[in-house]
């Protein structure tokens, strides 16, 4: 049997992508590796969200140039974003490099590898929600699936490329989802991600139009208390009182957000095009924990956008400490292809963009520990996951509802399983505790 060595860069929707993939690749009789010296086809699904994630599919890429010199039959191929978003370039940069495939067509990857040798494009984007239903999916934690609600974006935020790699927004029938979630459901999953680059934009463009807040209703309903439901990433401009209400009320819907903001300075989100500005953001926030006041709030935050001066970086870092984020996705800025913030004049140096990076990541580590230290003497439900120890020593790790990583110790615990647990240490990235019963 052929075998398959799949390296996967980027965000929740890339870690599908390669599920589908490696679903799609198994059903043609490929096998898992992860040694790339016995690999017959090694695949890079690739990130082009930053700079620094394209460099590193570069760089990776040019490690197997010897490696194909010396396994005759080796095939290499890139999947992804910087496939779609370099297309034709990259046949022409890498020449051992066999084809270049876009998100939206991950189905063409076994069709070009029946082909023969002759090198294969599939970039093309299909008008609607591009994979299909009855597709394999072979998933890699057997406790928490990933379920694509949506793909691509409308908002066109300047420093953004997105809706050039993953096109504009579509959709997916709520029957679909809802038929998935149930078949998860009878697996014994026991938490669903819904995703989507804009995940509560979702159903406007459906015919009958469905809101996303109906998606959670329907969603909830089927689940009846036997899973855990969270989403990302919502776009703040469309977090309505209904989303909080949901928020509150639905027992599957977790008590977390991911609420990207990028900057607290109203002059970079004008140029950002957010669409919102920094007061709107606020009330949002207060909307979500007067509802949900058990609510953790995470985000993305952008430094050393160009134009951005030491009175707007302040903004962001105030920003920061008047919502009390419980954790923080940061990034340096760097220009991507196509977007409109990679032409601007004032692009910022290095040396700047790093500083402010490593303040704004102090900070956040400080308010992400003031909020975990918050937790110690209480008791929180936990979902069990060993995937969530990354190496700790501690016996067991799983997810508050709240996303707060946990390590604890306890007997008769295993996988899947949710453990009432006392708090009693906490760091800027997890809490530590001892558990005291198990709920079910």
């Known amino acids: 049997m052929p075998k398959l060595k799949l390296i996967t860069f980027g965000c929740q929707a890339n870690e599908l992508d390669s599920e589908r993939i490696t679903g799609l690749l198994l059903r043609e009789g490929y096998t898992l590796t992860e040694r790339e010296e016995e690999a017959d086809l090694i695949l890079l699904n690739t990130c082009a969200i930053r700079e620094k994630a394209e460099h590193k599919v570069y760089s990776r890429l040019g490690t197997f140039q010897v490696l194909k010199r010396q396994r005759v039959g080796l095939k290499i191929g890139i999947c992804g974003c910087v496939a779609q978003q370099e297309g034709q370039a990259l046949l022409k940069r890498f020449p051992y490099l066999d084809f270049v495939v876009g998100p939206g067509q991950l189905t063409a990857i076994a069709p070009l590898l029946q082909a ?40 066109f935020c300047t420093f953004c490329v997105v809706p050039f790699t993953r096109g504009r927004e579509r959709s997916r029938p709520p029957e679909e989802i809802v038929e998935e979630i149930r078949g998860l459901k009878r697996q014994g999953y026991r938490e669903v991600t819904l995703l ?72 970079i989100l004008h140029r950002m095009k957010r669409g919102h500005d920094r007061d709107e953001y606020m009330e949002k926030v207060s909307l979500l924990r007067a509802k ?29 400490q008047e919502v009390g984020y419980d954790g923080a996705f ?18 910022l140096p290095e040396e700047v963009r790093g500083r402010r990076f490593e303040q704004a990541l102090v900070l956040m580590n400080r308010l992400s ?54 708090i009693t240490g906490a760091s800027a990235l997890y809490l530590q505790g001892e558990m005291v019963c198990l709920v079910m």
């Not at 394999?136 to 928490?144: A, F, H, K, L, T």
């Open 330 to 347: 940061i990034f340096k800025y760097s220009p991507r292809p196509h977007t409109e913030a990679e032409e601007m004049p004032d692009q």
């Open 116 to 155: 023969g040798t002759a090198r294969g494009l599939a970039t093309a984007r299909a008008p609607g929600y591009s994979y299909p239903v009855d597709a394999p999916v072979q998933r890699r934690n057997s406790i928490r699936a990933w379920v694509s609600i949506m793909e691509g974006c409308d908002r």
């Open 369 to 422: 520990l003031e909020r975990n230290r918050a937790y110690l003497g209480r008791t929180v439900e936990v979902l069990v996951n060993r995937e969530d120890a990354k190496g700790d020593s501690a016996r067991h790790s799983g997810r508050t509802r709240q996303n707060k990583i946990v390590h604890f110790s306890g007997e008769g615990v295993v996988d899947g399983s949710v453990v009432s647990v006392a």
């Open 196 to 267: 989507g680059q804009t995940v509560n934009s979702y159903g406007r463009k459906l015919t009958p139009p469905i809101s996303f807040v109906e998606l959670l209703r329907r969603i909830d309903h089927l689940v009846d208390g036997h899973m855990r439901v969270r989403f990302t990433s919502p776009h703040p401009s469309d977090v309505t009182d209904e989303v909080a209400v949901a928020l509150a009320e639905l027992p599957s819907l977790c008590e977390q957000i991911h609420l990207p903001v990028q900057s607290g300075s109203d002059r």
């Open 292 to 320: 949900a006041p058990e609510i953790a709030i995470t985000t993305d935050i952008i430094v050393g956008f160009p134009g951005e001066t030491e009175e707007d970086f302040q903004a962001t870092l105030d920003l920061m």
